[in-house]
């Protein structure tokens, strides 16, 4: 049993027993020759320690997964085949795939496992009882199992059928090794940070990030705002922003988490200039301006470099690091310095880092600084809803399953 109250693997005896395994296969697919294939395999290979620590006990392991919003209907592009070969791959034995979810070749597909052998259901979104957590499809899905671990992090926000549904309806439902790594990382963030504790928040919208504010703010000893979330802030600092994106609804709430910080004795580091540019465009011409002086017909793109500076220099002495959200529209190689300067202050900081998923943890391994930091989530909605300080649906259904036994 964690220090949380949900029970691990080390609780469940798999050995000889359908385990049904709720994980985040939810991976890019591009198309090549030969079809199909897998374009980033890092979930797969975040979901393989615990699939293999099943099957070398004799599980008999029934791998469910997600892909793609299909919204509830079969759609070709969305098939779990391409995915199941590469984990299929990565394990270095055979997976069993099924062509359908719960219906006769699941069935017979599981029926025919033997000790240590894996299958993979398919797409769970190609039923529409998967996200409205649907009796009648939780039923079924559970019968497909003996006994349930919940592996997938970045889906545990969910209140979907194969989260909550299937633990509700076994005898054991315990959480797999990533998703307690997960959670025993985030909590040590909100109840044990080590001091300094920097928190670094971007991304395009303040109304997304509101919540992770106010929970960090009475935790925090510095928190760095830059991508378009920066400029409602500068705004309702009285800046002139230009063309950049506003949210007008939540100025007062900024003026408001102002305060809350000046309350806390939290230091907040917001961008003094900004690479901006007349569009919203890969080719804009960009240009360095003052961040409370962004001329009329000039849109923020990117942190400036005296930015970058500053924050790299509250991020070099912290103990304990944060990042959630790029500093600007880092696909594009003009506005990406911002976002690249703040990876490597990251990741160059001695102390305890955390990504918190998302587009920070794209922009991290597309720069190959993953493996310099100490943990890069793999759920970016997930991370941001425990931050918040809720609970998440699939850790609440193990809980309260804990909590009967």
């Keep these: 049993m964690g220090d949380d109250g949900i029970p691990g693997l080390e609780t469940l005896d798999p050995a000889g027993r359908r385990v049904l395994v709720r994980v985040d296969l939810n991976v890019p697919l591009r198309d090549s020759a030969r079809g199909k294939e897998v374009a980033d395999d890092l979930r797969i290979e975040e979901s393989l320690p615990t699939i293999r620590r099943l099957a070398d006990a004799g599980a008999r392991v029934v791998v469910m997964s997600h892909l793609g919003r299909p919204k509830g209907t079969v759609a070709e592009e969305y098939r779990l085949a391409p995915v199941g070969a590469r984990l299929s791959e990565l394990l270095a034995k055979p997976v069993a795939i099924a062509t359908d979810v719960v219906g006769p070749d699941a069935r017979a597909t599981v029926a025919s496992l033997r000790d240590g052998e894996i299958a993979l259901l398919e797409n769970l979104r190609f039923e529409p009882g998967e996200e409205a957590n649907d009796p009648a499809f939780a039923d079924a899905l559970a019968s497909l199992g003996d006994c349930y671990v919940n592996d997938a992090f970045g889906a545990a926000h969910r209140a979907h059928a194969s989260v909550v549904g299937v633990p509700a309806r076994l005898g054991e439902a315990v959480a797999g090794e990533l998703l307690a790594d997960e959670l025993a990382v985030l909590s040590r963030l909100l109840d044990d940070p080590a001091r300094p504790f920097v928190a670094i928040l971007g991304g395009a919208k303040v109304s997304d990030k509101l919540g992770v504010i106010d929970n960090l703010l009475p935790r925090v000893d510095r928190l760095i705002v830059g991508g378009a979330m920066c400029f409602t802030f500068l705004k309702a600092q009285g800046g002139a922003v230009g063309a950049s994106r506003v949210e007008e609804d939540q100025l007062d709430v900024c003026r408001r988490l102002l305060d809350l910080a000046a309350q806390h004795h939290v230091e907040v580091l917001l961008p ?33 470099p005296d930015s970058v500076s500053r924050f790299a220099a509250a991020i070099g002495d912290a103990e304990t690091v944060l990042w959630n959200g790029p500093m600007g529209v880092f696909e594009w190689e003009a506005f990406a310095a911002g976002t690249e300067g703040v990876a490597r202050a990251v990741s160059a900081n001695a102390g305890f880092t955390v990504i918190g998923g998302g587009d920070s943890a794209a922009a991290i391994r597309k720069l190959g600084l993953a493996d310099q930091v100490s943990h890069v989530s793999t759920g970016g909605g997930a991370s941001l809803e425990f931050l918040e300080g809720r609970e998440l649906p699939g850790v609440a259904a193990l809980r309260a399953h804990a909590a009967k036994a």
């Design 272 to 304: 003094t200039d900004i690479v901006a540019a007349p569009a919203f465009a890969e080719d804009a011409q960009p240009s360095v301006v003052p961040a409370m002086e962004i001329p009329d017909g000039l849109m923020g793109l990117d942190i400036g």
